[in-house]
């Protein structure tokens, strides 16, 4: 069973950077794809970003293209979301998910076997 744990949250003024990790324990995630996904109070859990299970192929939200860059290091067995010129829009708790398809092109919740608890990310004027 792959637990996921997310780290790197925090207060971060407009404009400004994030480097969110996702540490994976209790197995490997070499042949997992994995994602972030964001939710907002009150809103749906969303989809950020996918990685494959080699990390050559990623997928964006468009809301996030060009400021958001996934990545990961399965010797580390760690995936990272490097968040720049962040917007208030992008206030969320944000979740690290694996998939047992390493394709990474999965983009529903329901596709995704493990979950992290999250990290709040707060964008603040």
């Known amino acids: 069973q792959v637990q996921l744990v997310e780290s790197g949250g925090g207060l971060v003024q407009i404009g400004g950077s994030l480097r969110l990790s996702c540490a994976a324990s209790?197995?490997?995630?070499?042949?997992?794809?994995m994602a972030w996904f964001r939710q907002s109070p009150g809103k749906e859990r969303d989809f950020v970003a996918t990685?494959?299970?080699?990390?050559?192929?990623?997928f964006y939200a468009d809301s996030v293209k060009g400021r958001f860059t996934i990545s990961r290091d399965n010797a580390e067995n760690t995936v990272w979301l490097q968040m720049n010129n962040l917007k208030p829009e992008d206030t969320a708790v944000y979740y690290c998910?694996?998939?047992?398809?390493?394709?990474?092109?999965?983009?529903?919740?329901?596709?995704?076997?493990?979950w992290g608890r999250g990290t709040q990310v707060t964008v603040s004027s």
């Open positions: 998910a694996a998939n047992k398809d390493y394709s990474g092109t999965a983009k529903l919740l329901r596709q995704y076997d493990y």
């Open positions: 209790g197995g490997t995630i070499d042949n997992y794809g």
């Open positions: 990685i494959n299970w080699s990390g050559g192929a990623h």
